[in-house]
């Protein structure tokens, strides 16, 4: 058997290079808030195709470049919140990491042809392979360093494509490499020989996905929910009289007293003092509880044994705090300062803005609100795989979402955040409230439609009957083993075939 010929670049460096910087903000316009959903598959092809036949030194150039160009477009809303440098700083990293995982795949599309030269090797296996690495280096992205950032991965466009369905059988890793897959088959097609014959693979493969039914999501039961969303000065920089956030979400609860509801849901960022140690805001939400008849899912900043933690709180008028849970993963340079020693003297001034030090919480991630169990996440947890996942294990029958949004304006923030919601509500099979601040803030069915949303940046309130479900999706039941599963395939696949090159050259 004759060793295949190495594949030839489509493109020289000069044109793969700007074809990267155009392919960011192409695979951004998929997302929220322009959600034009085919674009990102079309993103995601012109990566591909700038790192055919591409050298290590060009293909970490191209990714690079691309993975800026896409981060840089993505997260602008960051910038609103610290600065330019800090977005620039994460823009930059997760660049890097894009330009590893860049440098992989031009090593496949090299090796994998020479060591397996079939034609099904080139169709089939090689798109795989592709498809793995991309999906491990958005999953190792997602974790490191601090907890990572999961933000931005492929399949987070999809919320509102015919892929959707996919959610509740493969989850999110799984979603993005599916995507990949479809998108690298495709490129192989249109690169070989029998155009016709191999288009075969990649239109099957988009015909399953696209057929594929939605799973039964099997409910039990609602939950009687109002969610007040306060439109208050939230953001860490607004100024603001003492006490008026704790007003404003009050003065937007107070129109719906008296109305029978099983629970009433306030935002991250609802109050100015904790309740555990300030007499009136204790008094504030006992009135609330007492108005409605109902326990008050709240929120504070907490203190405890000298540490600050960022938590949500099951209160209930005469008893107080008969929960809670403190936020497990608080924002590495938002919430907290990682190793501030060794950061601060690269930007003092930046880094002394973040004073108060959230702890990491170890409680349950579960409210009992007479029966129901309810799965509590703040915030960025939504993005949180492991987190998301751990709720329903222990036992969620329904999630609240609680965030504040106000830092980020009127950006795609919310609406990036309002679609990775509805992609959990999919993926577990649970109802979703998504409660903010100031917006976008929406009840969402277990199939991923949105039941009820508030508009932004107003004082208002939703109340609505949640379904509940104690049923197990098949990516719930699997978790994160699909992304172990289709990174180890095409992270394994790499190595043996870039030692089998290496020994036929020897």
């Given at each position: 058997m004759t060793e295949s010929a190495p594949a030839r670049a489509p493109l020289p460096l000069w044109a793969a290079v700007l074809v990267a910087a155009a392919s960011g903000p192409i695979m951004d316009a998929g997302f929220p808030d322009k959600g034009i959903w085919p674009l990102t598959l079309v993103g995601v092809g012109l990566v591909l195709v700038?790192?055919?036949?591409?050298?290590?030194?060009?293909?970490?150039?191209?990714?690079?470049?691309?993975g800026a160009s896409f981060y840089f477009t993505h997260i602008f809303w960051a910038s609103l919140f610290l600065g330019p440098l800090p977005m620039s700083a994460l823009a930059v990293l997760e660049s890097l990491f894009f330009a590893v995982g860049a440098g992989a795949i031009t090593l496949a599309y090299r090796w994998v042809p020479r060591a397996w030269p079939s034609a099904l090797g080139r169709l089939a296996l090689l798109p795989v392979v592709i498809a793995g690495l991309w999906t491990a280096r958005e999953a190792w992205a997602s974790v490191w360093p601090y907890g990572g950032f999961a933000w931005g991965r492929v399949a987070l466009s999809q919320s509102d494509s015919p892929l959707s369905p996919l959610f509740a059988w493969l989850g999110i890793s799984g979603v993005s490499f599916m995507m990949v897959l479809v998108v690298a088959a495709a490129i192989e097609a249109v690169r070989g020989p029998d155009f016709l014959r191999a288009l075969a693979i990649p239109v099957?493969?988009?015909?399953?996905?696209l057929v594929l039914p939605a799973w039964p999501v099997i409910t039990e039961?609602?939950?009687?929910?109002?969610?007040?969303?306060?439109?208050?000065?939230?953001?860490y920089f607004d100024r603001r009289e003492p006490g008026e956030l704790l007003q404003a979400q009050l003065d937007a609860t107070t129109p719906i007293f008296g109305q029978n509801v099983d629970v009433v849901l306030w935002p991250e960022g609802a109050t100015d003092r904790s309740p555990l140690t300030d007499a009136y805001t204790a008094s504030v939400l006992d009135y609330v509880s007492e108005q409605m008849d109902a326990p008050l899912v709240g929120w504070a900043v907490t203190e405890r044994d000298g540490k600050f933690y960022n938590s949500e709180l099951l209160w209930k008028a005469g008893e107080g705090a008969t929960d809670f849970y403190d936020k497990k993963h608080p924002v590495p340079f938002g919430e907290y300062v990682p190793d501030r020693s060794f950061w601060e003297p690269f930007a003092p001034d930046l880094i002394g803005l973040i004073q108060r030090e959230y702890t990491p919480g170890t409680t349950d991630m579960v409210f009992d609100i007479d029966g129901v169990i309810a799965g509590i996440n703040i915030c960025f947890d939504i993005i949180d795989d492991q987190l998301l996942t751990e709720s329903?294990?222990?036992g969620a029958q329904v999630i609240f979402a609680s965030s504040n949004n106000a830092d980020f304006g009127r950006t795609d923030e919310s609406a990036q955040q309002l679609a990775v919601a509805r992609i959990r509500a999919i993926e577990l099979g649970r109802s979703v409230v998504n409660i903010s601040t100031v917006g976008i803030s929406a009840v969402i069915a277990p199939d991923g439609s949105i039941v009820a949303q508030l508009p932004w940046y107003t004082?208002?309130?939703?109340?609505?009957?949640?379904p509940l479900s104690d049923a197990a999706t098949p990516a719930l039941l699997v978790g994160r083993q699909i992304e172990w599963l289709v990174s180890g395939i095409g992270l394994?696949?790499?190595v043996i075939a870039g030692g089998f090159t290496r020994r036929r050259r020897a």
């Open positions: 700038t790192l055919i036949g591409r050298g290590i030194g060009g293909s970490l150039l191209v990714g690079f470049v691309a099957a493969l988009a015909t399953l996905l039961g609602s939950l009687r929910v109002a969610a007040v969303q306060g439109n208050s000065r939230a953001g329903v294990e222990q004082a208002a309130a939703m109340i609505e009957d949640v394994a696949a790499l």
